[in-house]
């Protein structure tokens, strides 16, 4: 099983931006497909956006659309997230995720999340 570590959360104001990293170990991630996910306080996760495994296709929500971005580096086995106009309602909990398998119903499994890293938004 992979290990994932988030980092680069932090204080922002509205407008503002922010990158994500999510690194592994225990396994290459050039294996699995990856994705973000985020949790509001009092709010189920939800889904933010993934990334195929080569890094060829991605796929957003769309609250998030058009303002993040997901990348790869498979050489450094490390998956980003950048984040630019953020808003106050970005103001989250955000996992990483590996080996994010996504059914053609809209349901998902995941074979492991990161502990999660803290992004907060001022207005």
């Known amino acids: 099983q992979v290990q994932l570590v988030e980092s680069g959360g932090g204080l922002v104001q509205d407008g503002g931006s922010l990158r994500l990293s999510c690194a592994a170990s225990?396994?290459?991630?050039?294996?699995?497909?990856m994705g973000w996910f985020r949790q509001a306080p009092g709010k189920e996760r939800e889904f933010v956006g993934r990334?195929?495994?080569?890094?060829?296709?991605?796929y957003y929500a769309n609250s998030v659309r058009g303002r993040f971005t997901i990348s790869r580096d498979n050489a450094k086995n490390t998956v980003y997230l950048q984040m630019t106009s953020l808003k106050p309602e970005d103001t989250a909990v955000y996992y990483c995720?590996?080996?994010?398998?996504?059914?053609?119903?809209?349901?998902?499994?995941?074979?492991?999340w990161g502990q999660g890293t803290q992004v907060t938004v001022s207005s």
């Open positions: 995720a590996a080996d994010l398998q996504w059914a053609s119903d809209d349901t998902y499994s995941v074979g492991s």
């Open positions: 225990g396994r290459t991630l050039s294996s699995y497909a």
């Open positions: 990334i195929s495994r080569s890094g060829g296709a991605t």
